[in-house]
């Protein structure tokens, strides 16, 4: 699944893979479950249908249930996604990124929270080096 791919999902298909991978795996009536708006069943199990066509889930039968799992693994997608960020609001700059993190919600931040990135910083310059 190529980071394009991800990134081409409509709003709806989004709510979808949010709900799968919240829920690790669920059946039509599930996601329509935990959908916002009020989507019928018959729509809800047309985008599953969208999805796995697209590659971006897989369906099992149980009995006369389908149930959906994401067919790329949370990690892969979520660096994905990270690199989409990064790149279209950051202009590529993990320090951009950061400073926003740390000016927007750094004054949240515990002590403890504070430490472990600060290990992080110290791990990625060991490994620069």
């Given at each position: 699944?190529?980071?394009?791919?991800h990134?081409?999902?409509t709003r709806?298909?989004?709510?979808?893979?949010?709900i799968?991978?919240?829920?690790?795996?669920?059946?039509?009536?599930?996601v329509m479950e935990d959908?916002?708006?009020?989507?019928?069943?018959?729509?809800?199990?047309?985008q599953?249908?969208v999805l796995?066509?697209?590659g971006?889930?897989r369906h099992?039968?149980?009995?006369?249930?389908y149930?959906?799992t994401?067919?790329?693994?949370?990690?892969t997608?979520r660096k994905?996604?990270?690199?989409h960020l990064?790149?279209?609001?950051?202009?590529?700059?993990?320090?951009?990124?950061?400073?926003?993190?740390?000016?927007?919600?750094g004054?949240?931040?515990?002590?403890?929270?504070?430490d472990?990135i600060?290990k992080l910083?110290?791990k990625?310059?060991?490994d620069?080096?």
């Amino acid at each position: 699944m190529t980071e394009r791919a991800h990134t081409g999902l409509t709003r709806r298909e989004r709510q979808i893979m949010d709900i799968l991978y919240r829920r690790g795996r669920a059946t039509a009536a599930e996601v329509m479950e935990d959908l916002p708006g009020d989507p019928s069943y018959s729509t809800v199990r047309t985008q599953l249908r969208v999805l796995e066509t697209k590659g971006h889930v897989r369906h099992e039968e149980e009995g006369l249930r389908y149930i959906y799992t994401p067919s790329t693994p949370r990690h892969t997608v979520r660096k994905s996604a990270l690199k989409h960020l990064v790149d279209t609001f950051f202009d590529g700059s993990a320090e951009q990124t950061v400073a926003a993190l740390l000016g927007g919600e750094g004054a949240r931040l515990s002590e403890e929270e504070l430490d472990r990135i600060a290990k992080l910083v110290m791990k990625a310059r060991k490994d620069a080096g």
